[in-house]
């Protein structure tokens, strides 16, 4: 399983590397990389109240880099807030 946050400018700004660059690029390389030499590989998109306008962004982001594969599942996962600010 890998995890995305949404699309590129979205999902970089909440995940880099400790240089401050964006994660989003890597990810994907890597994951065009492994879906070849597994039986399956499942893509978990975090969705929250950020970014959930951005789905069909990113799901144009993923056909462009040709994700969609018998051996690719993508799905949701809802994030809420369960932390102190009481949302």
Do not use: W
């Amino acid at each position: 399983q890998i995890t995305i946050d949404g699309p590129a400018h979205i999902h970089d700004a909440r995940r880099k590397f400790i240089n401050g660059r964006g994660t989003f690029e890597k990810i994907i390389k890597n994951i065009n990389e492994i879906i070849k030499f597994v039986k399956a590989l499942s893509i978990r998109i975090n969705v929250d109240k950020g970014n959930i306008d951005y789905l069909l962004e990113l799901m144009n982001e993923f056909k462009n880099h040709d994700l969609f594969k018998p051996n690719v599942t993508i799905y949701l996962a809802p994030v809420t807030d369960v932390g102190c600010t009481g949302e």
